[in-house]
């Protein structure tokens, strides 16, 4: 089974967060695929720990060697298609993308963002949640 993970879920896996055990177990024997765009977002939101002085860094490097031994298969999405979400809900690309993602592979999205969980819902699209 294909799931779509974001870069909340990869965060909590790498910063050791509560929902970690959580959210192994949901993923274990699974096939994590996510839009390239994940990728991005995940340098970005280490950049923006080290902007704020919340982690050095060697912490950083760390969490993003640890992020590489994740196996997750990035796929495309298409351009056209998330804008059409986009417009339907007013929301950015970057989280459009991801209901992309599991529309295009019919697979669920397993998110920590309610506003993304929430978006996805609304476009009749499978979730898994770990409550917070």
Not at 1 to 11: A, F, K, Q, R, Y
Not at 19 to 47: D, Q, R, Y
Not at 71 to 85: G, Q, S, Y
């Amino acid at each position: 089974m294909d799931i779509v993970v974001d870069t909340s879920t990869l965060i909590a896996v790498i910063a050791d967060e509560p929902e970690k055990e959580a959210l192994i177990e949901l993923t274990t024997g699974a096939n994590l695929i996510a839009p390239h765009s994940v990728h991005w977002e995940i340098g970005n939101a280490f950049s923006a720990m080290l902007r704020r002085g919340r982690i050095t860094v060697e912490q950083a490097i760390q969490a993003v060697q640890v992020y590489q031994r994740i196996p997750i298969r990035f796929v495309d999405v298409e351009l056209e298609e998330t804008l059409k979400i986009v417009d339907a809900l007013g929301i950015y690309a970057y989280d459009a993308y991801l209901i992309r993602c599991a529309q295009k592979y019919k697979s669920p999205l397993l998110s920590l963002d309610r506003n993304l969980v929430d978006a996805t819902k609304h476009m009749g699209v499978k979730v898994m949640e770990v409550v917070r």
